[in-house]
């Protein structure tokens, strides 16, 4: 009932407040930015020249939904005039930069659309927590009475989680080199006078811009915003922005960040590793298809490492990344993550069969010369894999997946208390 009538009263003032909020962040005098190009060679430190306008109507439309509803979610009107100024602030910093080289959110305004989604997240999150009809012995993170501030706090280690990444990126226009801890992107490209050069550091290390977050804040915070969540919470954002990609992730509030932060990530996976011909999974794809063109890797044959059975094919493994390790490393020098990590890849993606857990290896049954025989394989469609001229020669040969057994429920005693963890406080 409080969030109805919270809700229902901020509705009339909220497309105003929207509109505002549209000319801060889409400002026509401040939008000369960075290309990206559709497949950015961070990893070869490639220059990237040039100057982009504004965003593409699809991508403009989706920034402009993400902001309205992150708005929404803020408690009432002072949080949302003062969210809105941070992500004008936000927008104003990072411009149109993408979120990594060649990995999630690599397109242009990437930075930006990640940082946001992953703010409405935690905002969706702090809801859950906040009017969910919590069982008294759930683990969940207690929320104190006066929510206001907390939530706002949610706000912002969502908002500025990856502001660290700009540290990562060596963008230069001539002589002059951008140092994001002493001015904005926008403050940048008013002060120069030739196109903007992108290179990614080669040095960069996975996961340790989370430790720089913190240092670039003050461009998003104004003293308002700190004398609201209090020097206390200011700390737990300091905390939560450098435990999230941390070993420990130390505190509550920097797992959940944690959490939302990946889940944008797999969101986002099917588009980019899909549709870019260097990520992983596509080298892997295209291996595989030219193994089995040239015959190196037989199908439906006794003892083959690749079935097909109508509209599925699948491919056995590990003997089959094995292959394909080896003739990508011997043609292209490519090379593959491990086993394990590629199957995440490949389950993020959607181009294999997966269970909730994003377990992909399954079992399948196969013709052998003693009878059925049990492998492990990934099942892919048909078309992602097999060149559809070899089909009408393809032996009568099929595979069946073998059903998973279901897991035993091991019986409690009522007198016996579940093991669970402790609700741990945000604040």
Request: with cysteine; charged share 25%.
């Given at each position: 009932m409080r969030r109805h009538v919270m809700v229902k009263a901020a509705v009339a003032l909220l497309r105003k407040i929207w509109r505002h909020i549209y000319r801060q962040i889409f400002r026509k005098n401040r939008t000369l930015t960075l290309p990206v190009p559709a497949h950015p060679r961070g990893q070869e430190s490639g220059a990237v020249p040039g100057t982009?306008?504004?965003?593409?109507?699809?991508q403009?439309?989706?920034?402009?939904?993400?902001?309205?509803?992150?708005?929404?979610?803020?408690?009432?009107?002072?949080?949302?005039e003062r969210g809105a100024r941070g992500m004008a602030k936000l927008r104003d910093?990072?411009?149109?930069?993408?979120?990594?080289?060649?990995?999630?959110?690599?397109?242009?305004?990437?930075?930006?659309?990640?940082?946001?989604?992953?703010?409405?997240?935690m905002l969706e999150e702090f809801e859950k927590m906040l009017f969910a009809d919590v069982p008294p012995n759930a683990a969940v993170i207690k929320i104190p009475a006066d929510s206001r501030q907390l939530q706002y706090l949610c706000f912002l280690a969502g908002l500025g989680h990856d502001l660290g990444k700009l540290f990562d990126m060596d963008l230069r226009a001539g002589d002059r080199r951008w140092s994001p801890l002493h001015e904005t992107y926008a403050e940048f490209l008013r002060h120069i006078e030739v196109e903007p050069v992108l290179m990614?550091?080669?040095?960069?290390?996975?996961?340790?811009?989370?430790?720089?977050?913190?240092?670039?804040?003050?461009?998003?915070?104004?003293?308002?915003?700190?004398?609201?969540?209090?020097?206390?919470?200011?700390?737990?954002?300091?905390?939560?922005?450098?435990?999230?990609?941390?070993?420990?992730?130390?505190?509550?509030?920097?797992?959940?960040?944690?959490?939302?932060?990946?889940?944008?990530?797999?969101?986002?996976?099917?588009?980019?590793?899909?549709k870019r011909p260097d990520s992983k999974v596509n080298q892997f794809i295209h291996a595989l298809r030219d193994l089995i063109s040239e015959g190196q890797l037989s199908v439906n044959t006794p003892g083959a490492p690749v079935y097909v059975t109508g509209d599925k094919a699948a491919v056995v493994v590990p003997r089959s990344i094995s292959v394909s390790r080896d003739f990508l490393r011997r043609e292209n020098n490519l090379r593959l993550p491990s086993n394990h990590h590629l199957y995440d890849l490949l389950a993020q993606a959607e181009v294999v069969e997966a269970d909730g857990n994003r377990q992909?290896?399954?079992?399948?049954?196969?013709?052998?010369?003693?009878?059925?025989?049990?492998?492990?394989?990934?099942?892919?469609?048909?078309?992602?894999?097999?060149?559809?001229?070899?089909l009408p020669t393809l032996p009568k040969v099929t595979f069946e997946p073998v059903p998973e057994e279901p897991k035993p429920v091991i019986a409690v005693s009522p007198d016996v208390p579940k093991s669970t963890a402790a609700g741990e406080p945000l604040g």
């Open positions: 982009f306008v504004s965003p593409p109507e699809p403009r439309a989706l920034l402009e939904e993400l902001t309205e509803n992150v708005v929404s979610r803020l408690p009432d009107m002072d949080c949302r910093l990072v411009g149109d930069l993408p979120a990594s080289a060649d990995h999630h959110h690599s397109e242009p305004y990437g930075l930006l659309r990640h940082s946001l989604e992953v703010a409405l997240k990614w550091n080669e040095d960069r290390v996975r996961g340790s811009h989370a430790q720089f977050s913190p240092w670039l804040m003050h461009h998003l915070l104004s003293p308002a915003d700190i004398r609201f969540i209090g020097l206390e919470r200011l700390r737990q954002l300091t905390a939560a922005l450098t435990g999230t990609h941390g070993g420990d992730q130390s505190t509550p509030l920097a797992r959940v960040v944690s959490k939302l932060d990946q889940e944008s990530v797999e969101q986002a996976a099917p588009e980019w590793m899909t992909c290896v399954k079992r399948i049954r196969v013709p052998g010369k003693r009878g059925p025989v049990e492998l492990s394989a990934l099942i892919f469609n048909q078309d992602t894999i097999i060149p559809q001229g070899i």
